[in-house]
């Protein structure tokens, strides 16, 4: 490839590591315009390099890298046992690191890592690429959306003949991958893990290992991970209430959604086959984005998705299956290093119950005799308010606020920023008799990101209240609800448009644009009956200085009142 043809990058890179695996972060670094600097200690990795690529310098120690202002980062494609080392030496010179798994093989050297990087201000970034595959960003979105359900369970396949290590054994060599791509869909560290294996080519390296892991939700998954098998498979499946999802790495189709289901007839489950379903994926290397990613977050200072703080979890998890692999089983607690018993990062209430198995996130606070059931699944930073009950199965978002009185049942998905207010009432069996049990026939009830439902409003089961969306007081949905929609009513149907503050908007202009009295926001309907903001994403997080009112409801609508009159 021609230096003209290539991308230009602000940042500069020396790779480190010219072998297996580093030759393909060499071409990549390459292609996007960053390689600075290569760095092996094997001559022929020279002359090769030399051949390959145009006007990139060569070295062979270490050291010269360190010491050359023109490197922004350090990438290492170096044996795992020197990898804290180098990234420690890396980041004691000033430079952004981005070092291949593990992050290192002592959990105390990758706490050093770590802390030395925030210290120094530094980007630190562990090379789990799955992190970056699409199928498995794909697999995230569907997880958080509640396509798949409630998830019961997962397992990793990672097998093949080669590539057989003697400085690490098979679990430290092939499944970090897994256990990087097991935490981030589960968004939570595992409570117990046993792990078994043998060796066979070396006694002292173990080739075959099958880790087994127990989460705080109930989830359950394993990971099975060999060198010495005749053919290469790495496929991940999970197992959801409602689909269960196929990711294969080394198939025509990386990822496939099969609507299986499990149906009780004359109290006998049978099994109810469907055909899998395709799911359509980015057409994008994983190596290449896991590049650029570390390029962009190098140049705007954003800790990256794999960050030093993943590779810690990843590499406690590590830590843990190794101990179990020769003391058995390692249970809550032995992955923090630092405490026995690690303080809540939410708060409940002393007269609240959150069960063993319910996973709550940071901040968030537990009222007055409400209760968490297991395999609930709470977000950051919500308000669960006095007498609420969440069942086992349930998934909410960050920034939920619940008011009092409310149970919120297996089968509800409630997105980000969402407020369910006093009273209102959430189903789940469209048909419920209590002489027939309809436990596995739940229905999917979600309630989208930022919507409101007022005090005392019924939402029967099986419907999606969109983006937005304000369900009145009193009113009982039966149907979706658009983004945006406000209805009223029994049943509830649209009277107007609300905007993302909450307000009614008034009739469009003569452009057929609506604008937010608090806001100043310009909302339209990109076609009949569908509204969009004009001015923001409806992903995108609302601005700081907009993220809190000045001005009461009554107090806006006085001045639009006023507004009118005047014209």
């Known amino acids: 490839m021609k230096s003209a043809e290539l991308t230009k990058s602000k940042t500069k890179i020396a790779v480190v590591g010219v072998g297996y695996w580093g030759k393909n972060l060499v071409r990549n670094f390459y292609q996007l315009g960053a390689l600075e600097v290569l760095c092996d200690v094997e001559g022929t990795a020279a002359a090769a390099c030399k051949y390959q690529y145009e006007h990139v310098r060569f070295c062979s120690e270490f050291t010269e890298v360190l010491s050359d202002p023109s490197v922004d980062a350090v990438v290492l494609a170096t044996p795992a046992t020197t990898h804290y080392e180098m990234a420690k030496a890396a980041l004691e010179a000033g430079k952004d690191v981005l070092v291949e798994k593990p992050l290192a093989i002592d959990v105390k050297h990758g706490e050093e890592l770590v802390e030395l990087a925030d210290a120094k201000r530094r980007i630190l970034m562990v090379g789990h690429i799955l992190r970056y595959h699409p199928a498995i960003l794909k697999l995230q979105k569907l997880i958080h959306d509640g396509v798949l359900g409630k998830l019961n369970y997962l397992y990793s396949n990672r097998l093949n003949i080669g590539k057989i290590r003697t400085e690490e054994n098979i679990l430290w060599s092939f499944a970090p991958h897994d256990i990087s791509v097991l935490l981030s869909l589960l968004n939570e560290m595992p409570a117990r893990v046993t792990c078994q294996g043998s060796a066979y080519l070396n006694r002292d390296i173990t080739d075959v290992t099958l880790s087994h892991f127990e989460f705080p939700s109930g989830v359950q998954a394993h990971i099975f991970v060999s060198w010495l098998h005749p053919i290469k498979e790495q496929r991940l499946v999970v197992v959801g209430s409602e689909k269960m999802a196929v990711f294969d790495d080394t198939g025509e189709h990386k990822l496939v959604l099969y609507p299986h289901k499990v149906e009780w007839r004359n109290r006998v489950p049978m099994a109810v086959k469907a055909n899998g379903e395709n799911v359509p994926l980015d057409d994008r290397e994983p190596l290449h984005a896991e590049c650029q990613h570390f390029l962009d977050c190098v140049e705007s200072r954003i800790a990256p998705v794999s960050d030093g703080a993943e590779g810690l979890r990843v590499l406690r998890v590590l830590d843990a299956c190794q101990r179990a692999l020769h003391n058995g089983a390692v249970a809550l607690g032995s992955f923090d290093t630092k405490n026995d018993k690690p303080e809540s990062p939410y708060f409940a209430h002393e007269s609240a119950y959150v069960d063993d198995g319910a996973v709550v996130g940071a901040g968030t606070k537990v009222w007055h005799f409400s209760h968490i059931m297991k395999g609930a699944r709470i977000g950051e930073r919500c308000v669960i308010g006095q007498n609420v009950n969440v069942d086992g199965g349930t998934i909410v978002g960050n920034n939920v606020k619940i008011q009092n009185s409310v149970s919120v049942y297996t089968g509800v998905v409630i997105e980000d920023d969402v407020f369910l207010g006093p009273s209102c009432v959430l189903t789940n069996v469209s048909n419920p008799r209590s002489q027939v049990n309809r436990h596995s026939l739940y229905e999917t009830t979600c309630l989208k990101r930022g ?117």
């Open 451 to 567: 919507c409101t439902i007022g005090a005392n409003a019924t939402i029967v089961c099986g419907v999606n209240v969109g983006r937005y969306a304000f369900v009145g007081a009193g009113s009982v949905v039966t149907k979706n609800v658009p983004d945006y929609a406000l209805v009223v009513g029994n049943p509830a149907h649209r009277v107007g448009w609300m905007s993302r503050h909450g307000h009614r908007l008034g009739q469009p202009d003569s452009n057929g644009v609506m604008v937010c009295p608090e806001s100043g926001y310009r909302y339209g309907e990109s076609s009949p009956g569908v509204l969009n903001c004009l001015d923001l994403d409806e992903e995108a997080p609302l601005p700081a200085e907009l993220s809190r009112s000045t001005k009461s409801y009554r107090e806006l609508k006085e001045e639009a009142k006023y507004a009118c009159s005047a014209a």
